[in-house]
T-cell receptor
Framework: AQTVTQSQPEMSVQEAETVTLSCTYDTSESDYYLFWYKQPPSRQMILVIR??????QNATENRFSVNFQKAAKSFSLKISDSQLGDAAMYFCAYRETSGSRLTFGEGTQLTVNP | DAGVIQSPRHEVTEMGQEVTLRCKPISGHNSLFWYRQTMMRGLELLIYFNNNVPIDDSGMPEDRFSAKMPNASFSTLKIQPSEPRDSAVYFC??????????????FGPGTRLTVT
């Protein structure tokens, strides 16, 4: 079974600085999708960024980018120029290409200090 | 687009009572998911439907839980009888499933269930 691990329960960053959240996963599949979701205090789950495993190029969305290392099964999220609104719980998630089920990591609580 | 709609947003009930959570997916979406979020177990998939048909209910904890999707615009998750350990936030999500694409699951605001 696929598993997703986020080894950092909590992280903090100063406003305007950069922070990287870690995620590793375990799978025997060669093709799959990876996602980062954000859950602010409102508890609404919001998609931040997605990566297709067959693509070597790392995905970017404005201040958010990923470092996808397929051989190492690592998928970290980098947030540049951190803003107070980035404070949230961040979840890494995995989905097989042929499936619908999302498998989530345990989450990382990000605090942004002014 | 109204997004995924869930009701109620909060539910407090006594042990042994029946609880029904409701979800209206985004119009045009063909997949619907029910998740449960707790501190102990994190986010876990309970069941999902494709085209109103239950595909995988392996995450449903036990027979006290049941889910239905009578049509493309409505789904319910029922707990009968409820127990204190069912206290959690229950999320409904929907997506337009296109095979072999990284389609997004859109989440509702969740229902916070408290069973006393």
């Amino acid at each position: 079974a696929q598993t997703v691990t986020q080894s950092q329960p909590e992280m903090s960053v100063q406003e305007a600085e950069t922070v990287t959240l870690s995620c590793t996963y375990d799978t025997s599949e060669s093709d799959y999708y990876l996602f980062w979701y954000k859950q602010p205090p409102s508890r609404q789950m919001i998609l931040v960024i997605r990566q297709e495993a067959y693509k070597q190029q790392n995905a970017t969305e404005n201040r958010f980018s990923v470092n996808f290392q397929k051989a190492a099964k690592s998928f970290s999220l980098k947030i540049s120029d951190s803003q107070l609104g980035d404070a949230a719980m961040y979840f890494c998630a995995y989905r097989e290409t042929s499936g619908s089920r999302l498998t989530f990591g345990e989450g990382t609580q990000l605090t942004v200090n002014p | 687009d109204a997004g995924v709609i869930q009701s109620p947003r909060h539910e407090v009930t006594e042990m042994g009572q029946e609880v029904t959570l409701r979800c209206k997916p985004i119009s045009g979406h063909n997949s619907l998911f029910w998740y449960r979020q707790t501190m102990m177990r994190g986010l876990e998939l309970l069941i999902y439907f494709n085209n109103n048909v239950p595909i995988d209910d392996s995450g449903m904890p036990e027979d006290r839980f049941s889910a239905k999707m009578p049509n493309a615009s409505f789904s319910t998750l029922k707990i009968q009888p409820s127990e204190p350990r069912d206290s959690a936030v229950y999320f409904c999500a929907s997506s337009l499933r296109v095979p072999r694409t990284p389609y997004e699951q859109y989440f509702g605001p969740g229902t916070r269930l408290t069973v006393t």
